[in-house]
């Protein structure tokens, strides 16, 4: 029979329609597994079930940011701290082997040695809401501008008098002729090029409106959300956005400027040998976040004295403009913790 009075640690190894969930104690002794079905119901008995051997401490659980979205929020509910577990070192993997039991047992570890994890993200829903909104758009103007390139690269293969005619036309003049075509009944080899032109502009003219709505409610959003970093100079809506998803909701379990640095992959690596000091491109963290950094170096390249002047004087040595770019991002990481941190702070709305 468990121990009722010792304190144990719960690990999930997490899957679309079932997380299997695993107990071990605080001195790593493995108790007990089970699976449990991905959905409230399954919530609540594996919560009960861990709790029948004892006080729960903490809980490591895999992809808390997707198939353990779920099972994160209901632990955090009940009070208990989550620790998003990273994949375990490969080397480990095949020694030991690898199935849904053993991945449970080895985020149980990770959680009780607090190795290989982090404490998981914070969501609330108008956080979500817009994160869900910014991924909808990228993905619509990803499609609209595979429609743009698929039509330009159809209007290079049509017969010489139409492609004359189509060619040099502006974006906007050429998406208004093509859906204004009319095709007959027949559907001769001129209406099926016609049919073809029409389809590929009517769905750029609807992804153009999709994208534009979008838009405006993520404008509201980070108007609403992120004040005072919108205020930065050279963020847009779309990069507050991103980096409040990125940050989530409790910023507080990012420890410093250069964790949030580290995070954003904008933290010089150290890569050094023998008499020659050397430090590389980050290649890990958030591409998007990191992304966002960039953009607002390069506007800032281009608009601002004060970053024109550091950027001389880096290149002025010995470093390349790449190396002084990303010294600019890594001064830009800590100016943007600050501000975000600040914006965080001053929401009153309830997660």
């Known amino acids: 029979m468990p121990e009722k009075h010792q304190d144990v640690i719960v690990g999930a190894d997490t899957h679309k329609h079932f997380h299997v969930i695993t107990v071990v104690s605080k001195f790593g002794e493995r108790l007990a597994f089970q699976h449990f079905d991905a959905n409230a119901q399954g919530y609540a008995q594996a919560f ?86 910014e991924g909808t ?52 080899p001129e209406d099926g090029i016609k049919l073809a032109l029409r389809s590929c502009a009517k769905r750029i003219q609807a992804l153009d409106k999709e994208t534009a ?44 400027e250069a964790a949030f640095s580290m995070l954003c992959g904008v933290s010089p690596i150290p890569a050094s040998s023998g008499d020659k000091i050397h430090l590389r491109l980050n290649p890990g963290g958030d591409r998007k976040a990191n992304c966002v950094l960039h953009t607002m170096a390069l506007s800032r390249i281009r608009t601002c004295e004060k970053t024109q002047a550091f950027i001389e004087r880096k290149t002025s040595g010995r470093k390349t403009k790449k190396d002084a770019i990303r010294a600019l991002k890594r001064y830009l990481a800590r100016e943007v913790f600050c501000v975000l941190k600040a914006d965080l702070a001053s929401w009153e709305f309830a997660a």
């Open 213 to 256: 709505d979008l838009e405006k409610q993520i404008e509201c959003y980070a108007k609403k959300l992120a004040p005072q970093t919108l205020s930065l100079l050279g963020i847009g809506c779309h990069g507050a956005i991103r980096l409040l998803c990125t940050v989530g909701k409790n910023i507080e379990r990012i420890k410093s």
């Open 137 to 188: 758009y990228e993905q619509a103007v990803r499609h609209r501008t595979a429609a743009m390139n698929l039509l330009r690269a159809n209007i290079t293969t049509l017969p010489a008098k139409m492609r004359d005619r189509l060619e040099n036309m502006s974006r906007s003049e050429l998406i208004k002729t093509c859906c204004n075509f009319r095709v007959s009944a027949t559907l001769s």
């Open 48 to 133: 009960e079930w861990a709790c029948s051997f004892g006080t729960v401490l903490r809980a490591g659980v895999e992809s808390t940011g997707s198939y353990g979205a779920g099972l994160c929020s209901y632990f955090k509910d009940k009070s208990i701290e989550v620790l998003d577990v990273y994949k375990p070192d490969k080397q480990a993997r095949r020694l030991r082997g690898k199935n849904d039991i053993e991945d449970s047992f080895q985020a149980a570890e990770a959680a009780l040695s607090r190795n290989r994890c982090a404490i998981a993200k914070d969501k609330c829903a108008q956080l979500e809401a817009a994160r869900l909104i």
